[in-house]
């Protein structure tokens, strides 16, 4: 298991000037800005830790703590990188999960495996037991205890960073009040997946104390993702559903024909979404967010093997007006970022 950590600069005119205030008091899911910001953290979660760091400190979480945590083994297509950023009081954690990275063939076979393992799990809300993404499964799995050991110091009101790595760091002031979880493409699966395995499985060992699921539950206020794939079953997306936390807070978005949110195909076995969708239509001179009826799995395997297509007709004058039932240009995160930037900026840099 590889680690990384960083502190942001504490730059100075922020985007936001009360943001780790805004995330800590808001409790209306979604909000606008909020999901902006969940939108730049999960897009810049491409980066490392430093990268991470100084874009939320750029938005308003002033010299926050960032910690990343990565586990990579490519015979089991396993590909799971975490960030956990605390701001400089302790307050807020945003646990922001790298999603699919263009250039990483691992994590592509990992989204859009034909015939994914399935794993068994209990369902949340009492609901008996589902069946979850055998890929998606492990990535949480290989690195949630560790992020579980640092959300329980944030909780004590403990910094997540290492002091021998990081002497110059100040403990914050305050315990943890407000998580977030977020993550685009893969990155989203995993925060979906995160949150209802805190209410299916019991807390994993080594430690761990009793009760820690349930105090980091009561602490999610939302999960937000962007063009994420299905995570499990058509029982297991009910049980989430009817989960009274789960089925108001995990709200995905999906923009225009974004291919992974149809994924993984119906030839791979019946898979569903759970949370609530909003969607967004490029149409006119400008788009709008509405809610949405759940994405529904792509039926044919050429609807999936033509996605990239998309991503040369875009890029094309002659082409460019060509409308992919699944497109995987539509998939990049730069469009989540541009379709949700508030009016007010022109970019997530605070222009």
């Not at 063939?105 to 393992?117: G, N």
């Amino acid at each position: 298991m590889r680690e990384e950590s960083a502190i942001g600069a504490g730059l100075s005119n922020p985007v936001y000037s009360d943001l780790a205030t805004r995330l800590a008091s808001t409790r209306l899911v979604p909000d606008a800005d909020i999901a902006f910001v969940m939108a730049v953290c999960s897009s810049y979660a491409y980066g490392g830790a430093h990268t991470v760091a100084a874009i939320m400190d750029r938005l308003g979480l002033t010299r926050n703590r960032c910690r990343m945590v990565s586990e990579y083994v490519d015979a089991l297509f396993l590909t799971s990188t975490a960030y956990l950023i605390q701001s400089d009081d302790g307050r807020v954690g945003i646990l922001c999960y790298r999603g699919t990275p263009p250039t990483s063939l691992i994590t592509w076979v990992t989204d859009f495996q034909v015939e994914p393992v399935k794993v068994q799990v209990p369902a949340p809300a009492g609901a008996g037991s589902g069946e979850v993404h055998g890929g998606f499964y492990r990535n949480v799995r290989s690195t949630r205890f560790k992020i579980v050991k640092l959300l329980e110091d944030a909780i004590a009101g403990r910094s997540i960073l290492d002091p021998a790595e990081n002497p110059a760091d100040k403990p914050p002031t305050h315990e943890l009040e407000a998580l977030y979880v977020t993550g685009h493409s893969l990155g989203g699966a995993s925060a979906a997946l995160f949150a209802a395995l805190l209410d299916s499985e019991p807390s994993p060992y080594g430690g761990i104390e009793p009760g820690t699921y349930d105090a980091i539950r009561d602490r999610l206020r939302a999960v937000y993702t962007y063009g994420s794939p299905m995570v499990g079953d058509p029982a297991f997306a009910e049980a989430c559903d009817r989960d009274r936390l789960l089925g108001k807070r995990v709200i995905r978005f999906v923009y225009a024909n974004d291919v992974v949110p149809q994924v993984p195909p119906r030839a791979s076995g019946r898979f569903a979404h759970f949370g609530r969708e909003c969607r967004y239509t490029p149409a006119g001179p400008g788009g709008r967010w509405r809610p949405s009826q759940p994405r529904e799995q792509i039926r044919s395997i050429v609807q999936v093997a033509t996605a990239p297509l998309a991503v040369v007709a875009k890029s094309l004058t002659v082409t460019r007006r060509i409308r992919f039932r699944a497109s995987l240009a539509d998939h990049f995160p730069q469009y989540y970022i541009d379709a949700l930037t508030p009016g007010r900026l022109r970019s997530e840099f605070g222009d």
